[in-house]
């Protein structure tokens, strides 16, 4: 099919502009923007006259967000989500690719595993897909022997500090070499293990089993942050790591994090739409449905974050999409699992808080879109370019939308009846428009597999 997305705002990470595009099969095949001399509705309908015309009246167009850090819970723990079912949710929030994270079960660290989810995917999958490949203390040579040319593994995922799945990598010469894999991109869950446990055994002390969500930020402390991503940092500087740290979550990471790419530009990082939102004031309100690693913390945390994405120090979002069943989250403070849903908010959170601390819309599709296909070196997605797939969102970024029914296997979201912003109307994948007015268009998955440059 061909197709003429006219009188659209177009939106990219450099600017916002009035024009049209063309979709040629599976791809972009010609953008316009507005000029005093031409009008690009008419110039591309002159280049494609016997193409679909879609008439956006308007609405805002930007790229489909591609989100790097999903936690879809298949194989293993299909009970809280699966492929089918969270890739469903991600295409209806506008997220038309996303990368999974190793730590299922059994977890990912070996090739045998990564193509038996490469396989679970196939045909099952409602947006792109790609996986992450995790480290281990004893794996290192299973990382070693991985092709850079022919790429299955999206990127090396280190646990730095421990999580869900427990794959943490504390062995130091282990750690310096699979930094010293410069050809590979190392992401990082930074949190100093040791700080957490001791912070752990005084909240023992002091409140017995009967510990208090609202301590979650001080058993895993802004200072197992820093010292971590401090441990990062220096080795990312010193061996030219290709370093992405996740879900930052505090101001002096940010200070630590703008210092250190002077000294290595390929130094990024990542937060999340969870600690855009939330913050330490509000555990006494979601309690359980906020405990996530790295935690919460303050306000002045949340707002640094804030003003890093807007000034581009943070350069990417990822939901961390982490569901858990909702009798799991009820249980007390250390049996209550860390994690929570939030891929089909994502998009609609980051624009509420995009309004509120006056961040431009082309900075949320860098961080979003462009940002995560450049890092990742996923191949021909990401940006509104003549020859990129077509995975586009049409949307209103202004318009209110309040969450009844998040979205989920699990059932719930921390999201649920919070009034966010940006009014899905299309989205198309692949080239074609597979969600119109939040409803699927497609009766099967089309999903296809992520390639990388």
Known sequence: MRYLLTDAIIVTGEKSAKGAIAIDGRKIAGVWYDTEESCASEQAGTAFPDAEVIDLGGKTVI???????????????????????????????????????????????????????????????????????????????????????????????VFMGSSTGNMLVDDVPVLEKIFGMTEWQVLIHSEDEQIIRDNLAEARAEFGDDIPFSMHPRIRSSVACMKSTQRALEMAMKLGTRLHILHVTTKMEVKMIEVAKRYNPQITAETSANYLTFSDRDYDRYGAMIKCNPAVKS??????????????????????????????????????????????????????????????????????????????????????????????????????VTVEDPGYKCGWSPYTGQTLKGKIDMVFLNGKPVVKDGNLLEDSPSGARLEYR
């Open 299 to 400: 306000e002045t945390d949340r707002d640094a974050l804030r003003e890093a994405l807007r000034d581009g120090i943070i350069d990417t979002i990822g939901s961390d999409h982490a569901p858990h069943l909702l009798e799991e989250k009820q249980r007390p403070y250390t049996t209550c699992p860390s994690g929570l849903p939030s891929i089909r908010q994502s998009l609609q959170a980051v624009l509420k808080v995009a309004s509120e601390a006056e961040i431009p819309l082309e900075r949320v599709v860098s961080a979003m879109s462009e940002r995560p296909a450049e890092i990742i070196g996923i191949k021909d997605r990401g940006f509104i370019k003549k020859g990129f797939y077509a995975d586009l969102v049409v949307l209103d970024p202004e318009a209110e």
């Open 63 to 157: 790229p489909g967000v591609i989100d790097v850090h999903v936690h879809f819970r298949e194989p293993g723990m299909t009970r809280k989500g699966d492929i089918g079912s969270e890739s469903k949710a991600a295409l209806l929030g506008g997220v038309t690719s996303y990368i999974d994270m190793p730590n299922t079960n059994p977890p990912t660290v070996g090739i045998g595993q990564l193509e038996e989810k490469l396989s679970l995917a196939e045909g099952r999958s409602w947006a792109n897909y790609g996986f992450h490949i995790g480290a281990t203390n004893s794996n290192l040579e299973e990382l070693q022997g991985l092709s850079v040319e022919d790429r299955k593994a999206a990127a090396i995922k």
